[in-house]
């Protein structure tokens, strides 16, 4: 007598997720494994269907015919698993969701972006990257992000444009006093790469003023820790900037950024649902940014 054979559940989601997603690349960052863990995995599966369920295709694996029945089977017994933990109570079997914004958006727009999401979605569960703005264009297009928003260079960050704003120089306020008398300016920055690292540097180069690094830090709280104690002057936008730092005007110009919206390219109704609160909760908190009073200063030439 035959022994009936039990699919491992875990395989047969990975292959199905990475069909889905294009690529089992996709999979692993969507599912959180290593690659060999996929690797391993779709391995285990040939080994129990006992034929091969992948041929490569270009750079990437497609199912071969024994791989697209397997598929079908897949998503059906896959489908009646999670039927079953939801009817249980079990867990939420449902993909998180995962977004990113840049470290400036995280204290203005994120208790409101997932009080609205949790109106609409609230079973779905939430990742969230306030990382450093240069990553999460790429996160999205790798597959570890399903929407994120950038600063760009105005009409090069790709994506979905959905405001443009200004970038100021900010410093606090009494600093500005020392920082009249000194004839090179001390900056306050990101590590590099940073898109207001190359602002400021540039706007300062092209001015003629002299400049050098005081600071530097991956961390906006950081930053605005540094600022805070006289550090020097840094070139960010007038989104919300920190109690006790203001805005220079009489400084040489720094000029716009985009703020972009990417979604990755196979989002599901899940991922454009955040996406377009995304895009709804900062395109209200520019629009506010622009009627907002900043305190500001005029920054005197030596």
């Known amino acids: 007598m035959s022994h009936p054979l039990n699919f491992d559940m875990d395989a047969l989601r990975t292959m199905v997720v990475g069909v889905e997603l294009g690529g089992f690349s996709h999979a692993a960052a969507r599912l959180h494994r290593s690659p060999s863990a996929v690797s391993m995995q779709l391995r285990k599966l040939e080994s129990q269907a006992g034929q091969p369920l992948f041929k490569r295709h270009g750079r990437g694996l497609v199912p071969t015919e024994a791989g697209n029945v397997l598929l079908q089977y897949a998503r059906r017994v896959l489908a009646l698993n999670d039927e079953l933990g939801s009817a249980l109570g079990a867990v939420n079997t449902r993909a998180a969701m995962r977004v990113g914004i840049p470290q400036d958006f995280a204290d203005v727009i994120l208790q409101d972006l997932l009080a609205r999401y949790a109106d609409v979605k609230p079973q779905v569960q939430v990742e969230v990257k306030a ?5 999460l264009a ?5 597959g570890k992000l399903d929407a994120a928003v950038a600063f760009a260079k105005p009409g090069t960050g790709g994506g979905e444009r959905i405001a443009t ?3 100021v120089w900010l410093a606090c306020l009494p600093a500005l006093h020392r920082l009249d008398a000194q004839s090179t300016v001390p900056l306050a920055v990101f590590d590099g790469p940073c898109l207001f690292r190359d602002m400021a540097i540039d706007s300062l180069s092209r001015a003629g003023v ?3 690094i005081a600071m530097t830090t991956p961390s906006l709280a950081s930053l605005w820790c540094g600022m805070r ?3 020097g002057v840094t ?6 900037p920190p109690d006790g730092l203001g805005m220079m005007t009489g400084a040489p110009p720094l000029g716009f950024v985009d703020v972009v919206l990417h979604r990755a ?11 377009d609160l995304l895009r709804e909760v900062i395109v209200a908190q520019c629009r506010a940014a622009r009627k907002r009073p900043v ?3 005029r920054a005197k030439s030596s």
């Not at 990382?131 to 990553?135: A, K, M, S, V, Y």
């Open 295 to 297: 305190r500001s200063a």
């Open 265 to 275: 390219a196979r989002a599901d109704d899940d991922a454009h649902a955040l996406a």
């Open 229 to 231: 104690a006289g550090l």
């Open 165 to 167: 704003i200004p970038a």
């Open 210 to 212: 002299a400049w050098r």
């Open 131 to 135: 990382g450093r703005n240069f990553e």
């Open 235 to 240: 070139a960010r936008t007038a989104l919300a």
């Open 138 to 142: 790429a996160d999205v297009a790798s």
